[in-house]
């Protein structure tokens, strides 16, 4: 399983972004995705998830109502909307995907992916 991050760049704050993830390796629409960031000096942080079905997706609370999180299973793409950007989203962007087909529950810490992306910056100037 590979998965390639991109779509991350500079921008300023209250600026829009939008985060992909190439899939390749496996039948893409039978597992949930996620994805994660990490700003320097600081744990990575869970972001937003979604399940195989794009049935239910869940967010941390310091972007809910700004980003959204989409799976495109025709492309073997996910997406990462990112509106209203602020400072504070500066940090390297992964994205993941677990290991179980099917699963119902979304998993909000890293170890509950498998596969992980090679990170994509995301900067926003004030």
């Known amino acids: 399983v590979q998965l390639q991050a991109s779509g991350g760049g500079l921008v300023q704050a209250g600026g829009s972004l939008r985060l992909s993830c190439a899939a390749s390796g496996r039948t893409f629409s039978n597992y949930n995705m996620g994805w994660f960031r990490q700003a320097p000096g600081k744990e990575r942080e869970f972001v937003a998830a979604i399940t195989w079905s794009s049935g239910t997706t869940r967010y941390v609370d310091s972007v809910k109502g700004r980003f959204t999180i989409s799976k495109d299973n025709a492309k073997n793409t996910g997406y990462l909307q990112m509106n209203s950007l602020r400072p504070e989203d500066t940090a390297v962007y992964y994205c993941?995907?677990?290991?179980?087909?099917?699963?119902?529950?979304?998993?909000?810490?890293?170890?509950?992916?498998?596969?992980w992306g090679q990170g994509t910056q995301v900067t926003v100037s004030s």
């Open positions: 993941a995907t677990v290991r179980t087909p099917y699963q119902l529950a979304l998993m909000t810490t890293s170890n509950g992916y498998a596969y």
